[in-house]
């Protein structure tokens, strides 16, 4: 059978002593470090998350602006398509009636043109048949 004497006392007592000094200088220390550890790793994913969130705000923040931008880009753009066509059909009219002036003052000058020689014609119309009459009747005729 089981005896128990001194030996299996001083055998306990030693393994209880070696359990106290074990959990004051190594499984304390270690759980204790191990907590830190886990506390920095979990700050460490927190703060990893506060700053992809950040990311992802100042990100669509950025792409909101940009696609401001754009928009207000594309409407100047539209604006000054406008404003050109309207200076262009603005240029056209004032080509058109500056044409349209130089045309009149064509015919004008051109009827003018025409009726001096008419009045010319007229002339050299009378002289020549003075002249026609003088040589079919062989005298001066006034």
Do not use: D
Request: charged share 30%.
């Amino acid at each position: 059978m089981l005896e128990i004497n001194l030996t299996i006392v001083i055998q306990v007592l030693q393994f209880l002593i070696l359990i106290f000094i074990l959990n004051r200088l190594l499984f304390k220390p270690i759980s204790q470090v191990m907590t830190e550890r886990k506390a920095k790793i979990t700050a460490w994913e927190e703060k990893t998350r506060n700053l992809q969130e950040t990311a992802r705000s100042k990100l669509e923040s950025y792409e909101n602006q940009l696609k401001e931008e754009r928009t207000r880009a594309q409407a100047g753009q539209e604006q000054l398509t406008i404003e050109l066509k309207e200076k262009e059909e603005e240029n056209l009219r004032s080509v058109s009636e500056e044409a349209a002036g130089l045309v009149a003052s064509a015919q004008q000058a051109l009827g003018e043109e025409t009726e001096r020689l008419r009045l010319e014609l007229r002339h050299q119309a009378v002289e020549l048949s003075q002249v026609l009459a003088e040589k079919v009747l062989g005298r001066k005729v006034s």
